[in-house]
């Protein structure tokens, strides 16, 4: 099977395959970040923005020039006091990774740690709770390395009850691919990048915040500046960004967001869980078994353990050579594992031409 195509399409969990016409978004003439023009703009984004997050009076979103990683250290710099704990959720390499940034910036960190596969519980976290105060709880709500979509009402019910614990959530790898409900669950900061299942390039992230953690900051002396969130909230009255902004990613950010409110985003969580489903489908019809736990699969990677014994460099290069990439296994599963994303404007024809070279491969 040889495929005809000018680039390679992209199964790997971020960078994302773009489609041409968002990318082509990037190519508006260039605007003055300091003009009412780009105050237009960002004030345009913040309506699909907030819907996106779920965001409701107490928050506001704010633009990153970073990856997701920026906001990482945005929330552990301004939600957490030098003298008070943070508790990290960890069950792969990007809670973990998250836990290695706290403590970089000098914070007391305790973690609770399942293994990788395994989701932390609503339950662990309300022993731990009962038993110390925590400026902060940061989860991981989808971990890419996994494919472990965790709990995060059912956590977020339990921090609820503890009104001076902020709530922290990665949700790189599955906002607009999933539902989040920031005002709804008492999300606090939920972060997100733009080259994942929203189908941007990468260079630009989200921050939806609440009102609490900007009082939390307030009481933090050092905050640093590019990450800080009363300075993001300063330039955010007014429409901007403290820091040059990445506008020809904010061009494609609302270009994006036309497409995706048409879809709508009952249709598009729908979808995603569609193709999930089928991924691990055929995933198990082949032998494979799944990486993540039952009850807790993401809906936008699947981590396959390789049962069949298959040679992964033979495999990706014979993916390639049909120009289709997915993604190796990442972090201390590298050379257990690989995963499929099915996630962003991904389409069940795609899903099917990549399982069918798969097969090719497989000999099946």
Known sequence: MTTQRDHERLYNPGPVEVRREI?????????????????????????????????GPAHRVYIYTSSGSGI????????????QPILHLVNGAFSERWAEVSKANGKQVDVIEVPWGQAVTA??????????????VAVT?????????????EIAEVVRHYPDTLLLVDAVSCWLGTEIEAEKWGI???????????????????????DRLLVRASEIPFRGYY?????????????????????????????????????????RYDRHRALAARTREWAVS?????????????????????????????????????????????????NETFRIAHMGDVQPEHMEELFAALDEFLGM
């Open 23 to 55: 990318l082509e978004a990037q190519t508006a003439w260039m605007i003055g970040h300091r003009g009412k023009a780009f105050a237009d703009l960002y004030a345009r984004l913040q309506g699909p923005l907030m819907r996106s997050f779920g965001g």
């Open 72 to 83: 990482w250290e945005s929330a552990s710099r301004c939600a957490v006091r030098d003298d």
């Open 123 to 136: 339950e662990m976290v309300a022993e731990r709770l009962r038993a110390r105060h925590y400026d902060a």
């Open 141 to 153: 709500y989808n971990e890419t390395s996994t494919g472990v979509l965790g709990p995060l009402p």
């Open 188 to 210: 606090d900061l939920a972060l997100a990048s733009s080259q994942k299942a929203f189908a941007l390039p990468p260079g630009i992230a989200f921050g939806a915040v609440s």
């Open 227 to 267: 990450f800080d969130v009363l300075t993001l909230e300063q330039h955010h009255l007014k429409n901007n960004t403290p820091a040059t902004p990445p506008i020809s990613l904010m061009f494609a950010a609302e270009r994006q967001f036309r497409d995706i409110e048409a879809e709508g985003y009952t249709a």
């Open 286 to 334: 082949r032998g494979f078994e799944l990486f993540s736990a039952e009850g807790y699969h993401s809906p936008t990677v699947t981590t396959l353990k390789n049962t069949r014994g298959i040679d992964f460099a033979a495999m990706k290069a014979f993916l390639s050579a049909r120009k289709m990439m997915v993604g190796s296994g990442y972090g201390k599963i590298k």
